[in-house]
């Protein structure tokens, strides 16, 4: 079992940054490969960005993709999601999410471990 925390999220205002880590515990996240998603009032769970295990290689999502970067320290058993540039359509609860091998996906369906979520919120 892998227990993930995410943190960091909060209010900020439009063009601001924020930067949200995932907190694994249970098992050494270097055997698994991290997704990010969000769910925004009365919308679905998407896709944000996904990394690999080793963190050689990233994927993001079109409206996001140079804006906002995931990363991770496998030493620390931590994942990150930096936002720049912020826009109010970016305010929505963003997940992390774990995925057993290297190799990512960009479906929901495609994570075995999920963490509860942290509020972003971006003001005009």
């Known amino acids: 079992q892998v227990q993930l925390v995410e943190s960091g999220g909060g209010l900020v205002q439009a063009g601001g940054s924020l930067r949200l880590s995932c907190a694994a515990s249970?098992?050494?996240?270097?055997?698994?490969?991290m997704g990010w998603f969000r769910q925004g009032p009365g919308k679905e769970r998407a896709f944000v960005g996904c990394?690999?295990?080793?963190?050689?290689?990233?994927y993001y999502a079109g409206s996001v993709k140079g804006r906002f970067t995931v990363s991770r320290d496998n030493a620390k058993n931590t994942v990150y999601l930096q936002m720049n540039n912020l826009k109010p359509e970016d305010t929505a609860v963003y997940y992390c999410?774990?995925?057993?091998?290297?190799?990512?996906?960009?479906?929901?369906?495609?994570?075995?471990?999920w963490g509860q979520g942290t509020q972003v919120t971006v003001s005009s």
């Open positions: 249970g098992r050494s996240l270097s055997n698994y490969a």
């Open positions: 999410a774990a995925r057993t091998g290297s190799v990512y996906s960009t479906r929901v369906n495609g994570y075995d471990y």
């Open positions: 990394i690999s295990s080793s963190g050689g290689s990233t």
